[in-house]
T-cell receptor
Framework: DAKTTQPTSMDCAEGRAANLPCNHSTISGNEYVYWYRQIHSQGPQYIIHGLKNNETNEMASLIITEDRKSSTLILPHATLRDTAVYYCIVRVVGNDYKLSFGAGTTVTVRA | KAGVTQTPRYLIKTRGQQVTLSCSPISGHRSVSWYQQTPGQGLQFLFEYFSETQRNKGNFPGRFSGRQFSNSRSEMNVSTLELGDSALYLC???????????FGPGTRLTVT
């Protein structure tokens, strides 16, 4: 039972912002939105997470809608090294001990 | 701060053999989780260790086992290898598994 839905793939031009959408219409009040990415044949990399406020770190920004039913991960200036599969998941912080990824979005950054 | 390290990075074994994989977590992290990743099944949880104790376990046969040492380093062992055990084995460390988990590069195991 998928808790999130993401587009299968998307392209982005190098140097431009990449906006990755995620729908989580059944999210519960105590579930956080997490983003990970996985570059081919490497371990997944934690990017960012948030509950209801927008969050920003050195890698990306996370914009969560007011009703929390969807969110957008923003890579401000995409580089070729950002080509990866991006996973959006929801989990209860302090309760869910394991991660489970869906199919994710394959992002290809083109020169 | 150094990241999660896993050794070896690549391994080729024969059916019926056993294998031991090693994981060194981020300094200060006491939780180590192990995952198996394959193209068909995706990311599957194996088990989690916290302070040398197995706290959580996934749905894998008893051939898969693990342990954690007092310095939080962890090993996982797979006995009587099968072809279907070919996968990327990932270790993730965290302060405690219910928070952000940071993954190592993985060990690519090929069983022939």
């Amino acid at each position: 039972d998928a808790k999130t839905t993401q587009p299968t793939s998307m392209d982005c031009a190098e140097g431009r912002a990449a906006n990755l959408p995620c729908n989580h219409s059944t999210i519960s009040g105590n579930e956080y939105v997490y983003w990970y990415r996985q570059i081919h044949s490497q371990g997944p990399q934690y990017i960012i997470h948030g509950l209801k406020n927008n969050e920003t770190n050195e890698m990306a920004s996370l914009i969560i809608t007011e009703d929390r039913k969807s969110s957008t991960l923003i890579l401000p200036h995409a580089t070729l090294r950002d080509t990866a599969v991006y996973y959006c998941i929801v989990r209860v912080v302090g309760n869910d001990y394991k991660l489970s990824f869906g199919a994710g979005t394959t992002v290809t950054v083109r020169a | 701060k150094a990241g999660v390290t896993q050794t070896p990075r690549y391994l080729i074994k024969t059916r019926g053999q056993q294998v031991t994989l090693s994981c060194s977590p981020i300094s200060g992290h006491r939780s180590v989780s192990w995952y198996q990743q394959t193209p068909g099944q995706g990311l599957q949880f194996l088990f989690e260790y916290f302070s040398e104790t197995q706290r959580n376990k996934g749905n894998f046969p008893g051939r898969f086992s693990g342990r954690q040492f007092s310095n939080s380093r962890s090993e996982m062992n797979v006995s009587t290898l099968e072809l279907g055990d070919s996968a990327l084995y990932l270790c993730a460390s965290s302060l405690t598994s219910e928070y952000e988990q940071y993954f190592g590069p993985g060990t690519r195991l090929t069983v022939t």
